[in-house]
Nanobody
Framework: QLRLVESGGGLVQPGGSLRLSCFAS????????IGWFRQVPGKEREAVSC????????KLADSVKGRFTISRNNGERMVYLQMNSLKPEDTGLYFCAASDRADGLSGPCASGLGSSSDAYKYWGQGTQVTVSS
């Protein structure tokens, strides 16, 4: 069964680090683009990072470049979001999302980080990240 399960959120002080994990059960990560999104109440869901499945190419939003890193482990079906130098504005509910099967560069991440979240078919339940002193 295709399912995404996030973990690793929590409360951290500004400047701290967290690593979010996304277990992509039954997914072949070479055939699905994976994205990380965050949402704050009253605001639109924001794309933070994604990885193009077919070529393992990462993309990061300008607001997190130099601080966040996305990576994956195909064998374990895991996608990670390493978050360093966290800021209060990084607070939000973080979701892992997967595209439908995307061969080559046909997926939403290959099209750009600005692709609509509607282009991702599968979603996890989210994990809360709170950055506060």
């Amino acid at each position: 069964q295709l399912r995404l399960v996030e973990s690793g959120g929590g409360l951290v002080q500004p400047g701290g680090s967290l690593r979010l994990s996304c277990f992509a059960s039954a997914f072949n990560l070479d055939h699905h683009d994976i994205g990380w999104f965050r949402q704050v109440p009253g605001k639109e869901r924001e794309a933070v990072s994604c990885i193009v499945g077919s070529i393992n190419r990462p993309k990061l939003a300008d607001s997190v470049k130099g601080r966040f890193t996305i990576s994956r482990n195909n064998g374990e079906r895991m996608v990670y979001l390493q978050m360093n130098s966290l800021k209060p504005e990084d607070t939000g509910l973080y979701f892992c999302a997967a595209s439908d099967r995307a061969d080559g560069l046909s997926g939403p991440c290959a099209s750009g980080l600005g692709s609509s979240s509607d282009a991702y078919k599968y979603w996890g339940q989210g994990t809360q990240v709170t950055v506060s002193s």
